[in-house]
């Protein structure tokens, strides 16, 4: 990755004065104080919402005279150790940094450049240090300092992070679809390239470096990337979609992996997901017809929701859409944060809140959270088996099953159906009844006991109980889910 040296040296000299995440040497060459400053400009560049902290041999702290330095980061070694590994081994968390070295107004200088923490306090052989001012002191010592850098490192999001760094202005509008940004937004593109950086840095999209070139965020990456590609970090993040032959992975039809951000690509997706999907037929009183298997409102709002709430944490997977001939599986990486049960009544969480956010902008996704609700509702209006939610080890997957008749559901299909049922009428300030769960099923009147027997089963899941425990009678009971 190239780096504007000059830039960084420049722009931090021009401050006059060391702060807490930039500390002048000339030639301190001890490799204990070399660890402690990782630490601590680690994390105060995390306190002080900057990207890195830098440690400048060469330059006298006092007066910022460039006097050159003669300390070699090449040749240091601890033992048989050279210096940059050595001081890996000491550092949890493992952080990165790099040794710089540049000939800079014709002296020689070193620059050590250490990312900010982005986890936890940064410590250096089981000690963690703090940057107070323009001294290096224990963090142990300063419990204001330490509660406000927990803070600040809880606080720091995958959206904010590097994507691609040390880029131009034309080199970011080469990388980023910036016409679609424009146009999702519904505002006219600018008349010249200032404007449109000057928007996507009040959109968090890009940043500046210290160096005054620009950095391209994992939010503007993933949500406007014309290349998924072109990211390192961020290439297995794209979305699979893969058609397989029959009801098993034996045999696969086709693969598409999309290569656009998620939201300059999301209408692409939701249009090449559509074409994959089987139609059934519908016929009229005169015609027939062929309708998609599955409404469009819930693949929409089921891929939204796969792409939302992933854990981009979880590196070397990402989202995946696969298709079968009874059934399609919406998977992302990362546990859900709330109780699969509770999906539909509970209030929306995301663990990537900026890219919910846009995503909800442009009508994505739904503000309030009711995209479950939405795909609830549609697939009893369509008459297909309830979606089931499954969390395993490190992902999550959705399963919207092919409609079936009553006959052809099993005992689980059923109970899940009801309690979904349940708590669509409960957030819809309405109380499921006999009378509600036949409709949804479209069993007849005369065959009431049906439902009957599927709410007596649902009870006995412990997923919904009687509104009015005292009233016995069964014909005007009425049901609502347990945690109601």
């Known amino acids: 990755m190239s780096i504007n040296v000059d830039g960084i040296l420049r722009e931090l000299l021009k401050r006059g004065i060391e702060c807490e995440w930039v500390e002048f040497k000339i030639n301190n060459s001890n490799p204990d104080e070399i660890g402690e400053y990782c630490s601590a400009l680690s994390n105060s560049a995390a306190l002080s919402g900057e990207q890195f902290g830098y440690l400048i041999f060469g330059v006298q702290d006092d007066s910022f005279a460039i006097v050159g330095t003669t300390f070699d980061p090449r040749t240091a070694k601890i033992g048989n150790h050279e210096l940059e590994n050595w001081l890996a081994t000491q550092l949890e968390p493992r952080i990165d940094f790099e040794f710089l070295t540049v000939t800079f107004d014709g002296k020689p200088l070193v620059i050590l450049r250490i990312d900010a923490t982005k986890l936890r306090p940064v410590a250096f052989k089981g000690r963690e240090f703090i940057r107070v001012g323009s ?13 406000k850098l927990w803070a ?31 146009d999702l937004i519904g505002l006219p593109l600018p008349s010249n390239r200032d404007g449109i950086i000057r928007t996507l840095q009040e959109e968090s999209a890009i940043q500046y470096s210290d160096d005054g070139s620009l950095f391209i965020t994992n939010l503007g990456a993933i949500l406007f990337a014309k290349n998924l590609a072109d ?40 249009s090449y997901i559509n074409d994959q999907l089987p139609m059934n037929e519908q016929i009229g009183q005169a015609l027939r017809s062929e309708v998609r298997r599955y409404p469009e409102i819930v693949i929409r709002e ?17 989202p995946m859409i696969e298709i079968f001939d009874d059934r399609i599986e919406f998977s992302n990486p990362g546990r859900p944060l709330i109780d699969t049960l509770r999906f539909i009544d509970h ?23 009711s995209g479950i609700d939405k795909v609830v509702a549609a697939v009893e209006l369509f008459q297909l088996s309830a979606p089931t939610f499954q969390t395993e080890d490190g992902y999550f997957r959705v399963t919207l099953s ?36 036949r409709e949804r099923f479209k069993i007849d009147k005369k065959n009431y006991s049906i439902a009957s027997r599927i709410i007596s089963d649902t009870i006995e899941a412990k997923l919904i109980h009687a509104a009015d425990p005292s009233s016995e009678s069964k014909k ?9």
Request: proline share 4%; net charge positive.
């Open 135 to 147: 001294y290096k002191k224990s963090l142990k010592d300063h419990p204001e300092k330490e509660r």
């Open 152 to 182: 600040a490192v809880s606080a720091a999001s995958f959206e904010s992070r590097i994507a691609k760094d040390s880029l131009s202005a034309d080199s970011v509008l080469q990388l980023v679809d910036y016409p679609q940004y424009f």
């Open 231 to 270: 990211f390192p970090g961020l290439f297995r993040k794209a979305v699979r979609v893969v058609v397989y032959k029959g009801k098993d992975r034996l045999h696969t039809i086709k693969e598409h992996e999309g290569r656009k951000g998620y939201a300059s690509g999301f209408s692409g997706l939701i």
């Open 302 to 318: 089921l891929v939204a929701n796969m792409l939302i709430h992933q854990d981009f944490s979880i590196t070397g997977t990402g």
């Open 347 to 369: 209030s929306p969480r995301s663990r990537n809140e900026k890219l919910a956010y846009f995503m909800r902008r442009i009508k994505v996704c739904e503000e309030r959270g």
């Open 402 to 437: 092919a409609p079936k008749s009553l006959r052809q559901m099993n005992k689980d299909d059923k109970i899940r159906a009801c309690y979904q049922h349940s708590c669509l009428k409960r957030v819809s300030n309405a109380v499921m009844t006999n009378e509600t769960l």
């Open 476 to 484: 005007m009971a009425r049901y609502v889910p347990f945690w109601a």
